[in-house]
């Protein structure tokens, strides 16, 4: 579970600390064909945001989004801070 | 970008190694108070799987997934092989 230590930018030591906090990494790597197929990572990653909301209150303004593309590969990098389950 | 060198397994040297490769990680790190707030992850990654299905073509026997669990962090990585465009 290396990759742990990659989820997650080092916690703010303010408020959001204790904070839930939901990350989400798609990426995608292209077969041989450079350049080849629909580019579906921005439409996909605007229904996540849809499907996490289903299951838990999220606010736009809490979302980060990066999109980051090297050679064949693309990743989407989603971090969420989730409001408090009894805040309001 | 050291997160890619973590992402999508080592390729295996076979027919796989030139086919289009979707990663998806799902991050929840919880907040203080330990095991509070449902678990929505398991149900999270069925619908992820529906809506990567609306952008490209998934063969459920194409799909590796794994859920982990470490102290407040739970880690659900979903490995995709991408059928090829041309494949029927």
Same mark, same amino acid.
């Given at each position: 579970?290396? #990759? $742990? @230590? ?5 916690? !703010? %030591? @303010? !408020?959001?600390?204790? %904070?839930?906090? =939901?990350?989400?990494? &798609? ?5 041989? +064909? ?9 439409? $996909? ?5 849809? /499907?996490? @909301?289903?299951?838990?209150? /999220?606010?736009? *303004?809490?979302? %980060? &989004? @990066? #999109?980051? +593309?090297?050679?064949? =590969?693309?990743? $989407?990098? /989603?971090?969420?801070?989730?409001? *408090?389950? *009894?805040?309001?």
């Amino acid at each position: 579970m290396a #990759l $742990l @230590s990659f989820l997650f930018p080092p916690k !703010a %030591k @303010s !408020a959001t600390a204790a %904070k839930e906090r =939901l990350q989400i990494i &798609i990426a995608r790597e292209r077969g041989g +064909r450079q350049g080849q197929g629909y580019d579906f990572l921005p439409a $996909l990653h605007k229904e996540l945001i849809e /499907v996490i @909301s289903k299951y838990t209150k /999220v606010n736009a *303004d809490d979302i %980060k &989004i @990066s #999109l980051d +593309r090297q050679g064949n =590969l693309e990743v $989407l990098d /989603v971090n969420v801070v989730l409001p *408090d389950a *009894d805040a309001p």
